[in-house]
């Protein structure tokens, strides 16, 4: 009893949300753009109007016309009224679709994106980590503009529908009463049925799934080019795969033919016995005896009286469509909800400035790990970078050096420990002025549709930046090595980048790319710059050209670098050696090769290729 209790509940719980999933989107769509929404209503109600005026009310009235002699003028003013009105309700419609209906959709889309985009702004980066809270979010993105549209079509559906079973169903009760009981008793036996039948198709195709895997197995390695070798290499391969093939085709078979018959019978029941059967013969040899036989009404009512419980049934049907649609569309705006209503967990908790010139940052017993399921991915990690100093941060695949940058960042906060700056938690700065202070280049950085210079400075609000910061933007563009390719572009700093709107942009290779998104770092007045395998794309004499410029020119600047080619560490004040979250040794390049331990190995096992350059 007590599960029953439950269920019920969770249904209806279920239904709320689904109904006010749908209503979010009504209300933003309301309170964006409300003539719109009313005039969508109101086309699609006159238009049921007018569909019943023409094809019922006027059918029976030009009928009756002529089986009780009418008046030839008094039809002809009926006539003119009704094309009159279809005139008027198509101009209506015209401006709706092509007019109303073309502004205020991209206001209502451009509504929700301005609310999903302000959420995104602020999202913590483990949301971006997390792929199941990505993948939702990039879903909930690209449904947005389809759930307004679903939305829109669900709305204008449903009220057609509603107008329709109101019209005709008042004229079915003023008309002939009697007429209702045979629609709503057809109307419900034929859902009835239909779910019976599908249950049973549900069945079918559960029952069906895993020999329909199977048989879909044996087809790929058929035609796979993965298999090709071993199935031509191994005949008995191919014998086994043949007696599968007979044997899941049989059992297929077998199947089909346990349902065959009362799939039969119920699909007979729904879609003929209990529709066309009640309305084309039950009901209109009802209509026929209340014709000939009671003569209680007109030969012209027979005729408008079955097509409007056809149009009644139908219009009923599409209303019992509207809720699997509703249920569908809810799916789609969950995950929307879900997104907007994230609440970010990195936040500032005193708001502190952030000190003008560089200070010390310091990791004290910092351990982290992404999640509590995986454990800990650093540990204990105690860190000094005292003002300007380059540090260089190196280890093997997976040791955890991204993620102390992360956590340095405050894109993470550490599970254990704490990082201070100029003495301070940097949990207590304001978090914006914070990371302004770090000028990151991390391994996957993007190039913007945009030109050379907006693509350093990163700042679109003011059209004259590129020119009132020129020198700066060349300055840093000359240390990461790009000048040599500037000079080749066409229009210098305003040459656009990428061809995804500008057909002459000009698309970077990789270590060019690379060379640009590191003058960002140069150029920004950062006190720490960060740069994460920032010469990974370069060839070997960039890489040693960017090596030098940047532990000479940024002498008023701390630097972590994250690099597996040592060559382009070896220079840096101090290195830290990463092996499973874990700092294993820390000194100059020379004493760590003195000590002869797993630097040195690393070293070793690179040296040839760097020998020569360095
Ligand atoms: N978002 C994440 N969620 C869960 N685990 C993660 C996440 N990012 C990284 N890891 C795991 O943390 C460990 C350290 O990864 P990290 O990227 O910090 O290493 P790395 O030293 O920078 O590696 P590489 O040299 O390959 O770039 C790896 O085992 C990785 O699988």
């Known amino acids: 009893m007590d599960k029953q209790n439950n269920k019920k509940k969770d249904n209806k719980q279920k239904l709320k949300r689904i109904l006010s999933n749908n ?203 993965d298999y090709a070798k071993e199935v031509r290499l191994n005949p008995s391969i191919r014998t086994r795969l043949y007696s599968e093939f007979d044997q899941v085709n049989k059992d297929i078979y077998g199947i089909e033919k346990k349902y065959a018959v009362k799939r039969t019978w119920l699909h007979f029941v729904s879609h003929y016995l209990t529709n066309d059967f009640v309305s084309d013969v039950v009901y209109i040899t009802y209509l026929v005896f209340r014709a000939a036989v009671q003569h209680v009404i007109s030969y012209s009512s027979v005729v408008v009286l079955w097509n409007s419980s056809g149009d009644m049934k139908y219009n009923l049907q ?155 933007i060349r300055n840093a563009l000359e240390f990461s090595g790009f000048k040599e390719k500037l000079d080749t572009l066409p229009q210098d700093l305003l040459t656009e980048l990428t061809t995804e709107f500008e057909e002459n942009g000009v698309d970077l290779s990789g270590g060019e790319s690379q060379k640009l998104a590191i003058a960002r770092a140069f150029y920004k007045d950062a006190h720490l710059v960060i740069l994460d395998e920032p010469s990974s794309a370069l060839d070997p004499i960039a890489e040693y050209q960017l090596n030098e410029a940047m532990l000479q020119t940024v002498d008023n600047k701390s630097v972590i670098f994250i690099s597996h080619r040592l060559s382009t560490t070896r220079n840096a004040d101090r290195i830290i050696m990463l092996e499973q979250g874990r700092i294993i040794e820390e000194e100059t390049h020379e004493e760590l090769i003195r000590l002869q331990q797993k630097y040195a190995d690393m070293w070793k096992a690179q040296a040839g290729k760097y020998v020569d350059i360095a």
């Open 23 to 225: 209503w979010f989107i009504i209300k933003i769509s309301f309170e964006t753009a409300p003539f719109f929404m009313l005039f969508m209503i109101f086309i699609a109600i006159q238009a049921q109007c007018l569909i019943f005026l023409e094809h019922t009310y006027g059918i029976k009235y030009v009928l009756e016309a002529v089986e009780f002699h009418k008046p030839f003028p008094v039809v002809v003013q009926f006539l003119l009224i009704v094309m009159i009105s279809w005139a008027i309700s198509f101009l209506l419609g015209t401006i709706y679709t092509n007019n109303v209906h073309q502004k205020s959709l991209p206001k209502i889309q451009k509504r929700l994106k301005e609310i999903m985009y302000e959420k995104a702004k602020e999202l913590d980066l483990e949301c971006y980590d997390n792929p199941e809270y990505y993948n939702e979010f990039v879903l909930s993105l690209s449904e947005a503009d389809k759930s307004i549209t679903r939305t829109h079509q669900i709305i204008d559906t449903f009220f057609r529908a509603l107008t329709s079973v109101i019209v005709s169903g008042v004229f079915l009760l003023v008309t002939d009463s009697l007429s209702i009981i045979f629609v709503l008793a057809s109307f419900g036996l034929t859902i009835f049925f239909s779910q019976l039948l599908n249950k049973l198709n549900f069945s079918n195709r559960l029952e069906k799934n895993p020999k329909e895997r199977k048989r879909s197995y044996i087809h790929r390695v058929f035609y796979l080019n």
């Open 318 to 472: 599409t209303m019992a469509t509207v809720l699997p649609q509703i249920s569908e569309n809810s799916l789609y705006i969950e995950k929307i909800r879900n997104f907007i209503s994230y609440e970010k967990k990195i936040t500032s908790i005193k708001n502190l400035p952030v000190p003008k010139e560089p200070k010390t940052l310091e990791l004290k017993n910092v351990s982290f790990g992404y999640s509590e399921k995986d454990g800990y991915i650093l540990h204990d990690i105690c860190l000094t970078i005292e003002p300007n100093q380059k540090i260089a941060l190196v280890g093997y695949n997976g040791a955890g050096k991204t993620t102390l940058i992360k956590l340095i960042m405050r894109l993470y906060d550490p599970s254990e420990g704490e990082i201070l700056y100029n003495g301070i938690n940097i949990k207590d700065y304001d978090i914006n002025e914070y990371r302004e202070m770090i000028g990151t280049i991390f391994q996957d950085f993007k190039i913007f549709a945009t030109n050379v210079g907006y693509n350093v400075v990163l700042d679109y609000t003011d059209e004259d930046t590129i020119t009132r910061r020129e020198k700066d």
